[in-house]
């Protein structure tokens, strides 16, 4: 079983930034993807960003250029760094191994306009 640990969310006004961090136990965490997903009231959970084992990324359309994955793989944790903030960007943010049924319980991001 996947473990999973979201922290660093909060309130921030609108251009603000927060840095997202999500501990992993289970798994050899150096060989896996991981996602950053996120669920706004009301709406369907959205996936975020993306960060292979090799390091390569993909963002959806609404955060490209504004916000960043990254992972330490000697920490077992995978980052989410996220800039010029927008109310819009208002969600509980999840991180996620692809393929496994397992979530955190999620850190809240809250944008104030």
């Known amino acids: 079983q996947v473990q999973l640990v979201e922290s660093g969310g909060g309130l921030v006004q609108a251009g603000g930034s927060l840095r997202l961090s999500c501990a992993v136990s289970?798994?050899?965490?150096?060989?896996?993807?991981m996602d950053w997903y996120r669920q706004a009231p009301g709406k369907q959970r959205e996936l975020v960003a993306v960060?292979?084992?090799?390091?390569?990324?993909n963002y959806a359309d609404s955060v490209r250029g504004r916000f960043t994955i990254s992972r330490d793989n000697a920490k077992n944790t995978v980052y989410l760094q996220m800039n010029s903030l927008k109310p819009e960007d208002t969600a509980v943010y999840y991180c996620?191994?692809?393929?496994?049924?397992?979530w955190g319980q999620g850190t809240q991001v809250t944008v104030s306009s």
């Open positions: 289970g798994i050899t965490f150096s060989i896996y993807t």
């Open positions: 996620k191994v692809p393929g496994r049924p397992d």
């Open positions: 960060i292979e084992s090799s390091g390569s990324t």
